[in-house]
């Protein structure tokens, strides 16, 4: 139980170019889902909350017009990277709280999706 | 602002010795996680532990919380090479919040 997939596991586009990742969590119904950065060898540096049916709330310094984030299911969450710059390179991670048990804060990370902009 | 600081940064051992990485904050954590992530993968759950001065065991990983929820450690005995990769510890204010994610502790388990 507890799976979260995404899609796709890895892009590469042009510069300028948009790029839509998906975040699903196959077994379970997740009210919050999580996105983050990761960079070679760091550890995650959260970007926003996306909450299903209202806004995503962003963290200090990520720029909102910039990383859109779509909850619109329990089971789904979208984060589009538009007109991508090679400075958006990186490792693209997201987690799910379970809705029904997920008092203990614990989340279910998806495998994370690379992307590199040329 | 929750820090969380966690130690070493990287660890580089031989198989079958003993280690233990720790996470500490100034912050009081109602849970505190420990996710293990392989390069190229996302983090896995390893355990949550919720109780001051817990101590909960996973084979040959033993975890604790301190007395004040304010810190937790994780210990791996007789390490193996399949025990690398990156240890990231989590901790929240409150159980319906956003976590706080440690530096991370890459180790590394040479045969």
């Known amino acids: 139980g507890a799976v979260v997939s995404q899609h796709p596991s890895r892009v590469i586009c042009k510069s300028g170019t948009s790029v839509k990742i998906e975040c699903r969590s196959l077994d379970f119904q997740a009210t919050t889902m999580f996105w983050y950065r990761q960079f070679p060898k760091q550890s995650l540096m959260l970007m926003a909350t996306s909450n299903e049916g209202s806004k995503a709330t962003y963290e200090q310094g990520v720029e909102k017009d910039k990383f859109l984030i779509n909850h619109a299911s329990l089971t789904l969450s979208t984060l589009t990277v538009t007109s991508a710059h090679p400075e958006d390179s990186s490792f693209y991670i997201c987690?799910?709280?379970?809705?029904?048990?997920?008092?203990?804060?614990?989340?279910?990370f998806g495998p994370g999706t690379r992307l590199t902009v040329l | 602002t929750q820090l969380l600081e966690q130690s070493p940064q990287f660890l580089s051992i031989q198989e079958g010795e003993n280690l233990t990485v720790y996470c500490n904050s100034s912050s009081v954590f109602s849970s505190l996680q420990w996710y293990r992530q392989e390069p190229g993968e996302g983090p896995v759950l390893l355990v949550t532990?919720?109780?001051?001065?817990e101590v909960k065991k996973l084979k040959r990983l033993t975890f604790q919380f301190g007395d004040a929820r304010k810190d937790s450690s994780l210990h791996i005995t007789a390490a193996q090479p399949g025990d690398t990769g990156l240890y990231l510890c989590a901790g929240a204010e409150t159980n319906a919040g956003k976590s706080t994610f440690g530096d991370g502790t890459t180790l590394t388990v040479k045969p």
């Open positions: 532990v919720v109780t001051g001065g």
């Open positions: 987690s799910a709280r379970d809705s029904r048990g997920g008092k203990y804060n614990e989340q279910f």
